[in-house]
C-alpha cells in the first residue's frame, strides 16, 4: 500500500499542523481500525456509519485546520473493501461563507501553488441555484479539489410555506476540500454536482 502523504503536502505552518498530525503513518486501502489507531483518541466513531454513495464513512475527525478554518475530516471507506478510499474535508454548513473558502484556498494556494484547474458554474434551475467555484491541484498523483457553493435566495422556492425563518429549505452552501489516490479522480472539471450523501446534508 502506498503511504497517504497529504501531511507532508501540506505547508508546515502552525495552522495547518493538525493535518499533518492526522495523516501520518495512514494508509490509502487500510481498515478503519487501522485509521482509528493512527487517529488516536481525536477519533470519533460514527454508528450507522454516513453513506456516501460509491462509499460509507464510521471514523471522522474533528476540527481540522486548513487556513486556520476548522473543518471535520470524513474518511470515506469503499463500500466493497472496506478499506480506505478517499478523504473529504468539509465545513459544516452554519459556517460557509466566502470567508471560509479564501482562507482554505490561501492555505492550500501557499501549500501547493497555482492551481491546476479553475472551474465555476453560475446559478440556475438546473444547479439548484447555486452558484460553485471549484480549484483542482494533481500532485505526485493525489488530487485535491477544492470546492464552494454559494446558495441565492431562489434556492428556496418551491419550500412548503415560503418563510425562510421557519428553518431549513431548499439548498444550502457548501464548502469542502476532497482528497483521492491515484486512479480515484482524473483531476479534470467539472465536478461541481453535490456528491452523493454529501456529509453536511445529512450531519
Known amino acids: 500500500m502506498a503511504a497517504l502523504f497529504i501531511f ?3 505547508a508546515a505552518s502552525a495552522a495547518d499542523a493538525g493535518i499533518k498530525e492526522a495523516w501520518q503513518g495512514a494508509y490509502w ?6 485509521l482509528i489507531a493512527h487517529l488516536g483518541k481525536g477519533a470519533i466513531v460514527l454508528s450507522p456509519p454516513i453513506d456516501f454513495g460509491d462509499s460509507y464513512v464510521d471514523v471522522v475527525l474533528r476540527d481540522v485546520p486548513v487556513g486556520g478554518v476548522p473543518l ?3 474518511f470515506q471507506m469503499d ?3 472496506h478499506r480506505l478510499k478517499r478523504i473529504q474535508l468539509e465545513r459544516p454548513r452554519h459556517g460557509v461563507t466566502p470567508v471560509a473558502f479564501r482562507g482554505v484556498l490561501n492555505a492550500l494556494e501557499t501549500a501547493y501553488g497555482a492551481p491546476d484547474a479553475a472551474c465555476g ?4 434551475p438546473a444547479s439548484g441555484f447555486q452558484a460553485a467555484a471549484e480549484r483542482i491541484w494533481r500532485r505526485s498523483g493525489i488530487v485535491i479539489r477544492a470546492i464552494f457553493r454559494s446558495t441565492t435566495i431562489e434556492a428556496f ?3 412548503p410555506t415560503g418563510d425562510l425563518t421557519a428553518g431549513p429549505c431548499g439548498l444550502t452552501a457548501q464548502l469542502l476540500v476532497r482528497i483521492s489516490p491515484p486512479g480515484d479522480d482524473a483531476g479534470y472539471c467539472p465536478a ?3 456528491p452523493a450523501g454529501a456529509a453536511g446534508a445529512r450531519r
Open 72 to 74: 471535520i475530516a470524513y
Open 157 to 159: 422556492e418551491g419550500c
Open 29 to 34: 486501502g487500510e481498515s478503519s481500525a487501522a
Open 192 to 194: 461541481l454536482a453535490p
Open 121 to 124: 458554474s453560475g446559478p440556475s
Open 8 to 10: 507532508c503536502l501540506f
Open 79 to 81: 463500500k466493497a473493501t
